[in-house]
Nanobody, 126 residues
Framework: QVQLVESGGGLVQAGGSLRLSCAAS????????TGWFRQAPGKEREFVAA????????YYTDSVKGRFTLSRDNAKNTVYLQMNSLKPEDTAVYYC???????????????????WGQGTQVTVSS
């Protein structure tokens, strides 16, 4: 089992920044992919970004490229999503997820991910 806990959400004005954290505990895997997804009210959950645990390769959906940045602290088993230049359309519940069956392939398919956090709300006001 892997437990994932997100934090760092909140209310911010358009153009502002937030940093989300995803802390893993339990049976941690030294080499897997962590993804971030988001779900706005009335919409399907969508892919945001993913990062390999080793090597640091990243993959972003087009709408956040240049604004969002993934990083990780392996010693703390934590992945960070730095979100800059936030827009009202970024408003959603953000979830981190672990794909323990992949060490290198950065999937944007939520069904590839095995463990999920409880989510953290991000609200961007205009």
């Amino acid at each position: 089992q892997v437990q994932l806990v997100e934090s760092g959400g909140g209310l911010v004005q358009a153009g502002g920044s937030l940093r989300l954290s995803c802390a893993a505990s339990g049976r941690t895997f030294s080499n897997y992919v962590t993804g971030w997804f988001r779900q706005a009210p009335g919409k399907e959950r969508e892919f945001v970004a993913a990062i390999r645990w080793s090597g640091g390769s990243t993959y972003y959906t087009d709408s956040v490229k240049g604004r969002f940045t993934l990083s990780r602290d392996n010693a703390k088993n934590t992945v960070y999503l730095q979100m800059n230049s936030l827009k009202p359309e970024d408003t959603a519940v953000y979830y981190c997820a672990a794909d323990i069956n992949s060490s290198w392939y950065l999937s944007n398919n939520l069904y590839e991910y095995d463990y999920w956090g409880q989510g953290t709300q991000v609200t961007v006001s205009s």
